[in-house]
């Protein structure tokens, strides 16, 4: 049995939806911004849609992070997405909030 109320959890996604703020790439030992494109509540998910320019060279992104709306780190992960010089990229983030 559930401890939270589906309606509880429902208006905990929409409170970490408006907390993000911004996103940014790691690119060599650099943080660029990229730009948020749709940041919305599917289903259990907080789903984020994000688009990173190209900045006319091959380059390999090694980390993404996220900041809330007070400036805070609110979650950062390392990668290695690789691309051309004339590719833009768009990252798709899901985080689902549920009760386990």
């Known amino acids: ?9 429902a208006k905990l996604r929409e409170r970490v939806r408006r907390s993000i ?3 940014q ?28 320019p190209s900045n006319g060279s091959a ?5 993404v992070r996220i900041y809330d709306s007070g400036g805070d780190l ?5 990668c290695s997405i690789t691309r051309t010089g004339t590719q833009n990229l768009l990252l798709k983030f899901e985080f689902p909030l549920t009760e386990v």
């Open 1 to 9: 049995m559930a401890f939270w109320t589906s309606t509880y959890l």
């Open 59 to 63: 380059q390999t992104i090694t980390g």
């Open 21 to 23: 703020a911004k996103v």
């Open 25 to 52: 790439c790691k690119v060599g030992s650099t943080w660029y911004d990229a730009t948020i494109n749709k940041l919305n509540v599917s289903g259990n998910q907080v789903q984020l849609f994000v688009s990173v």
């Open 74 to 78: 609110a979650g950062e992960q390392t």
